[in-house]
């Protein structure tokens, strides 16, 4: 990987740019106009929203305004929780298309499994959601599908149909690495993705990420962000800030030794959202 345009290679050969501009917690309006342009100007190409981010017309907006051809500009979205099963999976698409003022998706996820904490039959109810998603796939109306936030015991139910899950997007960042899921996920060939890659900014002020990112003379931010690149997956790091949107994208001029990936892959856990796929209620 030489720049943000690169692709890693999904299941089904198509290529998704290694680096993707995170969306959530931005709001619709100016703010997310603003900011998805200033990412589209800087050299991003692959925006991730969902609809539960409440900002994908201001996503798409940005996009069309952005002169990019809709081909140019890799785009997911997510289906929201109150959306699972197969009739409202089929309808929250389409809604998710005209927010997003297109006629297809690169990819489309899964935002959260259904858990056992809320569902006694969360697995039939994640199959569900999974048949219209595959069907969506096989009219062309999405490229690649995938999930996000799912544990190996929640991707294995998906794993013996038709059209296994090409991505799982998790939160990824020092000290909260998912190993289980990490390996099935690279056993199974699916795409992992990292969501809050810099720990929602907590993991900034860490001493030791600090030490290591001096040594290459690079921020704490761009050490994460290479991080997850050296571990093969893909980070999806987020800022409405336009210096930071720039700073975020400048990982490829320098290479984290074996001895530093190995000191930050054993961070113990250190800062995150707390989000637990198998303890939200939502
Ligand atoms: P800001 O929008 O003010 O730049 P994550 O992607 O892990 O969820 O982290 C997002 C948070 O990290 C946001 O609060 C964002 O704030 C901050 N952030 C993003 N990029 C950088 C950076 N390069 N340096 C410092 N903070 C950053």
Known sequence: MNQAIDGFSLRNGS??????????????????INAVSTALQCGYRHIDTAAGYRNEESVGLSILQSGLKREEVFITSKLPNAKRGYESTLAAFEQTLTELKTDYLDLYLIHWPANSRQFNDWEQINLNTWQAMTELYHAGKIRAIGVSNFLPHHLEALMHTPVK??????EFHPGLMWPETLEYCKANDICVEAWSPLGTGRILSN????????????????????????????????SLNPDRIAENLKVFDFEISAKDM????????????????????F
């Not at 899950?165 to 998790?170: D, G, L, S, T, Y």
């Not at 190995?262 to 209620?281: E, K, R, T």
């Open 262 to 281: 190995a000191i930050i892959n054993g961070m113990p856990y250190f800062g995150g959202s707390g989000l637990h796929p198998d303890a939200v209620d």
């Open 15 to 32: 290529q998704i740019p290694c680096i993707g501009y995170g969306t959530w917690k931005t709001p619709n309006g100016d703010v997310a």
């Open 165 to 170: 899950p090409m991505v799982n997007q998790i």
């Open 207 to 238: 001493e030791t990420l600090i030490d290591i990112a001096a040594r290459y003379g690079k921020s704490v931010a761009q050490l994460c962000i290479r991080w997850v690149l050296q571990n093969d997956v893909l980070p999806l790091p987020k």
